[in-house]
């Protein structure tokens, strides 16, 4: 892969000379800027024991006979039984695994939940919560969401007569009315897929409830992570979870999951994953759970590599709007410090153009990959109109704001210069 950067050995400001001495180093781009203090500080506190527990909950070595370090993989679908209906723990991977309980007691704890359960996907987890609803229930869900998540409830859960009313959360005041006794669930994303909407969860959990406490608060918290983010501790239900995103952080698992502090809840929603089938298959739990290991570590820099790329992007002209909320221009900038402790890599941005530039900008990237998910080590551009978001019906989606050349963007672990330079060199490229 050619570099998108002139070659230089000279030490630049943000590079040390031990970087700058090797001979593929990549020139600074003169447009970024170190990051202050102020701008990565001023969230909440960050958990100072996160990568403790993700390094230590949910196994020790004594849990198992050989006295392994790292929890072994128990591929096994069945385990013998001391007699008939007798089992010693484990009876059939598919109610429980070894591996997966080990999984599952680490997600817990870095949500500050009790309980936690995985599935094969986000979509998965999704399927059994909206699987414990009755024909005639309803959702309120934020109106921008991730597009398979909106395809489900709108294809799927409408089939079996569960409807939703899609909202947008930013104004509170019109939600009261939108509580029914037969409101089950009110979906949440903070930030929103794909644009970057802050929702306040504390306000909405506390408006929802004064008309129905039976109604489920459920944060899809995969754009920030159990690092950045506690959904439970801002009075949601249920953090939910796209595995594959950033907690894997590897774009090599398929998987989902939810977490929770309700024990009833727990036990009706550890039946559908038994009864409905949808669970993960053991290597993969032993990939995430070793993922979870470096989440910590992942996190903040995808923090700085993202601020630092969304600061890029709004400077340069052929950008009409970035949508990051560690910028000060978002809109929701002060309720983000609030409510997380961090901001992730994702943002979103419109393009000067119509959908034809947009594509010829993608093109000429040489590090970003157009492609679909997000949150893994490398960076990834894709199109949401015609890709995570295709689809939303086309009218919805004008309403919302997911034009033809809004870019959303996973910035990576890559040195950020690079990053930078490379959508500097490609909206060069395509300036009239």
Same mark, same amino acid.
């Given at each position: 892969m050619t570099p998108p950067g002139p070659l230089s050995n000279q030490v630049?400001?943000?590079?040390?000379?031990?970087?700058?001495?090797?001979?593929?180093?990549?020139?600074?781009?003169?447009?970024?800027?170190?990051?202050?203090?102020?701008?990565?500080?001023?969230?909440?506190?960050?958990?100072?024991?996160?990568? @403790?527990?993700?390094?230590?909950?949910?196994?020790?070595? =004594?849990? &198992?006979?050989?006295?392994?370090?790292?929890?072994?993989?128990?591929?096994?679908?069945?385990?013998?039984? !001391?007699?008939?209906?007798?089992?010693?723990k484990y009876e059939y991977s598919r109610s429980e695994n070894p591996m997966r309980d080990v999984l599952e007691k680490c997600l817990a704890s870095l949500d500050n939940g009790k309980y936690g359960l995985c599935f094969a996907s986000g979509l998965g987890a999704l399927t059994a919560i909206v699987s414990l609803f009755q024909s005639g229930d309803h959702i309120v869900c934020v109106d921008d969401v991730y597009g398979g998540t909106s395809e489900y409830l709108r294809k799927i859960a409408a089939k079996f007569n569960v409807t939703t009313t899609f909202f947008d959360f930013e104004d509170l005041t019109k939600l009261p009315n939108l509580i029914k006794p037969a409101t089950k669930l009110v979906l949440l994303e903070s930030p929103? &897929?794909?644009?970057?909407?802050?929702?306040?969860?504390?306000?909405? =959990?506390?408006?929802?409830?004064?008309?129905?406490?039976?109604? *489920?608060?459920?944060?899809?918290?995969?754009? !920030?992570? =159990?690092?950045?983010?506690?959904?439970? &501790?801002?009075?949601?239900? !249920?953090?939910?979870?796209? *595995? @594959?995103?950033?907690?894997?952080?590897?774009?090599?698992?398929?998987?989902?999951?939810?977490?929770?502090?309700?024990?009833?809840?727990?036990?009706?929603?550890?039946?559908?994953?038994?009864?409905?089938?949808?669970?993960?298959?053991?290597?993969?739990?032993?990939?995430?759970?070793?993922? *979870?290991?470096?989440?910590?570590l992942r996190m903040q820099e995808h923090m700085k590599n993202g601020l630092k790329v969304a600061k890029f992007l709004e400077s340069h002209p052929m950008v009409e709007k970035v949508l990051y909320p560690g910028l000060k221009s978002h809109p929701n900038y002060e309720l983000a410090k609030k409510q997380w402790s961090g901001c992730s890599g994702m943002l979103a941005f419109y393009l000067k153009g119509d959908l034809e530039v947009c594509k010829r900008f993608l093109k000429k990237l040489k590090y970003f990959m157009t492609a679909g998910s997000l949150g893994g080590y490398e960076s990834l551009v894709q199109i949401p109109s015609l890709m995570s978001h295709a689809s939303v019906p086309a009218e919805v989606r004008k309403e919302l704001g997911i034009t033809d050349n809004l870019i959303r963007v996973s910035v990576g672990l890559e040195d950020a210069e690079d990053l930078v330079e490379d959508f500097n060199q490609a909206l060069n490229s395509i300036k009239e």
């Open positions: 630049k400001p943000g590079i040390s000379s031990v970087e700058a001495s090797n001979t593929n180093s990549v020139a600074v781009s003169p447009t970024v800027t170190e990051l202050s203090d102020a701008e990565i500080d001023g969230y909440l506190p960050q958990d100072r024991h996160f990568a @403790t527990r993700a390094l230590h909950s949910g196994y020790t070595p =004594s849990d &198992n006979e050989y006295m392994a370090v790292v929890p072994p993989i128990v591929l096994s679908t069945t385990f013998e039984q !001391l007699s008939p209906a007798v089992p010693k929103s &897929n794909p644009l970057l909407k802050v929702i306040d969860i504390k306000a909405i =959990s506390a408006a929802v409830k004064a008309v129905n406490k039976e109604t *489920l608060i459920l944060v899809d918290n995969t754009f !920030l992570t =159990s690092y950045f983010q506690k959904p439970l &501790n801002l009075g949601a239900d !249920l953090s939910m979870y796209s *595995l @594959t995103k950033y907690m894997n952080g590897h774009a090599d698992v398929i998987m989902g999951a939810v977490v929770m502090n309700d024990e009833t809840l727990y036990e009706n929603l550890k039946f559908m994953q038994y009864a409905t089938g949808i669970v993960p298959s053991p290597f993969d739990c032993y990939l995430v759970n070793r993922s *979870l290991k470096t989440l910590k």
